[in-house]
């Protein structure tokens, strides 16, 4: 198993929320868990997933790699069936019945930071009466703030591993969830180097560092 720690830095504010209606924009569902004796927000890794095989997706074809383009499963089979087995993307992130060669896990906060909570009344409120129990809140984390995960992937699809870069380096140049811009910065220890031709090499040293510096700290 290839292992690395992934980091990723929030380069706008990164709008979070929890039971949040979608129509009001959050960029992640935020999860929180104790620690100690606060509520942390943490990023799930299956989001930040998804939002790798989006920015994969976007790319893959335009550096030799296939992609069915497809994210429901029963679609994905059927797209499949006429590619003559899974196209690139899906043996990384998965695909009905098979193994991704890519697990995420989740990302903890790092560094302490202080969100922003702004609380909004129901959007839904036709009586035209202030319905007080009908707030939603939204938290925004600020520019600056830092995530801090783990990513595995599987040895035997080594050379599936430029996809990941590319999706990584889109990812950071792209959008992340609905209008948030987060960089990445890989943390491989130079784990990578073994398993990653020459060619590719260039792209690995950029995620190495953050793309977008000089962001005014909270
Ligand atoms: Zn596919």
């Known amino acids: 198993m290839i292992k690395s720690k992934l980091k990723l830095k929030a380069v706008t ?27 942390e927000p943490y990023l799930p890794g299956s989001s930040v997933k998804g939002s790798l095989r989006s920015a994969a997706s976007r790319v893959a074809e335009g550096y030799g790699f296939t992609s069915c383009g497809e994210v429901e499963p029963s679609r994905i089979s059927k797209a499949h069936e006429s590619m003559n087995g899974p196209c690139d ?10 193994e991704a060669a890519l697990s995420v896990g989740n ?3 790092t560094g302490s930071t202080k969100s ?10 036709r009586t035209q009466t202030a319905a007080r129990e009908a707030l939603y809140s939204t938290e925004h984390l600020p520019p600056g703030t830092v995530f801090e995960g783990e990513i595995r992937f599987l040895e035997s699809r080594a050379n599936l591993l ?21 960089d990445v910065k890989l943390e491989d220890e130079g784990v990578f180097d073994k398993f990653v031709a020459g060619e590719w090499k ?4 950029e995620l190495r560092e953050w793309l977008w510096e000089g962001v005014v700290r909270p």
């Open 89 to 98: 993307v899906c043996k990384v992130f998965g695909w009905p019945n098979g």
């Open 13 to 39: 504010l990164l709008t979070v929320g929890w039971g949040v209606p979608e129509v009001l924009g959050a960029d992640v569902v935020q999860v929180k868990k104790l620690v100690g004796d606060r509520l």
């Open 202 to 205: 260039e792209l690995l040293e």
């Open 116 to 125: 922003l909570v702004l609380t909004r009344v129901s959007l839904d409120d």
């Open 162 to 182: 430029p996809l990941l870069l590319l999706a990584l380096a889109e990812l950071r140049t792209g959008r992340f969830g609905r209008r948030s811009l987060v």
């Open 107 to 109: 990302f903890k906060l």
